[in-house]
């Protein structure tokens, strides 16, 4: 009788237990993948998720840059990897719900190749400029690209993020004259507005807010419809431009598709409680982003709207480099 007894009650411990047992499911090295250059938003919180998980599963968690092609490079090259739950990726924005429906994209669907485990973080978007040579407000952007023959340039992660649609918002609302220049990451374009090798720079605040408070950049406006709770003094685009909204970008931690559905959930948990700890919260902070868990299957519905909405926006924007 004893025996009988005892093996339902450890079915039932390792039940109430998923995170030890997926902890002891693997001993190798797990991956986080960050499609982007060192220096922003992406690569920071991947770093605090990374070290939080470490911890939890009592393993080394890497983090690995590939960059490029506006974050799609990390993405693609994590729809490859066994689907273990050994190898994840932090995504944003552009790779996931835009990059796929501008013409000529590579043929690659990231809802399909993808599994969400959570949403991370939101990110707002500033627009930047040199503080000794640049445009000093919104207004005199506007009027200074429509007086110059070539306007003025603009860098951004890439050809199809969320950062150039923004601009490209801006010029439709306003006739400024803006031409894009892409990087392989914000921290390379704000180096260059810095180098006042580009006179403007659309980018996460991450990469940009330590120069902003150091007095070496302008925050011109951030392209979300109010302030940014992180950096409220800094002015909304649309507090020049009536009606402006750029929205903010976002962050999201994913799995190659086909990873365990068990695996998925509890990732998705310990990644609530890392997100809800207060000392992880301060980090997060410093980063300049807000915190915006959810969980893999709110993430996922959320990501599906999103992909309609820019399917249907990018038939309007015509963009050219």
């Keep these: ?72 490079v990390g993405i693609m090259a994590l729809a490859k990897a066994p689907p273990d739950g050994d190898t994840l990726s932090v995504a944003a924005t552009a790779a996931l719900v835009i990059n796929p429906h501008v013409p000529g994209a590579v043929a690659f669907d990231p809802l399909r190749e993808l599994a969400p485990i959570a949403k991370l973080i ?28 070539d306007g003025l340039n603009f860098g951004t992660t890439g050809p199809t993020s969320g950062q150039r649609l923004a601009v490209e918002l801006l010029k439709t609302m306003t006739g400024a004259n803006l031409v894009h220049v892409p990087y392989r990451g914000s921290a390379p374009a704000v180096t260059a507005v810095l180098g006042e090798q580009i006179p403007l720079a659309s980018v996460d605040l991450t990469s940009a807010y330590p120069q902003i408070q150091g007095g070496m950049l302008i925050g011109l406006g951030v392209t979300s419809a109010r302030r940014a709770k992180t950096a409220p003094e800094i ?84 963009l050219q480099n």
Excluded: C
Aim: glycine share 10%.
């Design 1 to 72: 009788m004893r025996l009988k007894h005892a093996l339902p009650l450890a079915a039932m411990a390792l039940l109430l237990l998923p995170n030890a047992a997926f902890s002891q499911s693997s001993q190798k090295t797990m991956t986080i993948i960050v499609p982007f250059a060192p220096g922003g938003s992406a690569d920071g919180i991947a770093r605090i998720v990374a070290t939080e998980l470490g911890a939890r599963l009592g393993r080394q968690v890497i983090v690995e840059g590939k960059p490029g092609a506006g974050g799609t």
């Design 235 to 318: 002015p909304a685009i649309a507090e020049s431009v009536p009606g402006f909204d750029g929205s903010n970008g976002y962050i999201g931690l994913f799995a190659p598709a086909g990873t365990p559905a068990a695996r998925i959930k509890d990732l998705s948990r310990m990644v609530a409680d890392i997100l809800a700890k207060p000392d992880v919260q301060e980090k997060i902070a410093l980063l300049s982003v807000e915190p915006a868990y959810l969980d893999d299957a709110a993430y996922g519905a959320m990501l599906a709207g999103e992909s309609a909405k820019w399917r249907d926006v990018l038939k309007s924007l015509p």
């Design 122 to 149: 939101d990110i707002p978007i500033v627009l930047v400029s040199n503080a000794k040579s640049g445009p000093h407000t919104i207004k005199e952007v506007i009027e200074k690209s429509k007086s110059k023959p």
